[in-house]
């Protein structure tokens, strides 16, 4: 089990990632830089009469690629590693597969926050910033 929530997030979405190491907030912006970056962890959402707090991470998976200004098919493959992302996603929900945040957190629920990754941003030298968001609710006793 990991030492935190945050490692716990990092080890499950590397099992995505077949051959690329994945960075915890922080990466220099190179092609090929795999990185998530939490937007907001342990947010309690609620809490019930039992005491049982109903609780959100927020998080946003980041691929920093070269860009093609010309006809090329680089853009399209670009586009696929985070559309295959999100299936990623919709099959840890299929399989009940959600990150190790501790024995007393069950009740887990995976939420892909778009359906398709922003281009946040492409330098002058054509490297590309896509962003995809994801929230995942927990309840914790």
Known sequence: MA?????????????????????YQSANAE?????VVPEFGDYVNKTDILGY????YVFVFIAYEQIDTGTSDV???NMKLMDDFNEWLEE???DKNYPDF???CDEYEIKPLQNM?????????????Y???CRINYREE
């Open 131 to 133: 962003m995809l968001g």
């Open 117 to 129: 990754a922003n281009l946040a941003t492409i330098t002058e030298d054509g490297l590309a910033k």
């Open 53 to 56: 707090k109903y609780k959100s």
């Open 31 to 35: 092609p090929g830089i795999r990185m």
């Open 75 to 77: 853009n399209i493959t």
């Open 102 to 104: 501790g024995d007393n």
């Open 3 to 23: 030492d935190s929530k945050h490692e716990a997030l990092q080890e499950w979405v590397s099992e995505f990632l077949e051959n690329n190491y994945l960075y």
């Open 92 to 94: 840890q929900i299929e």
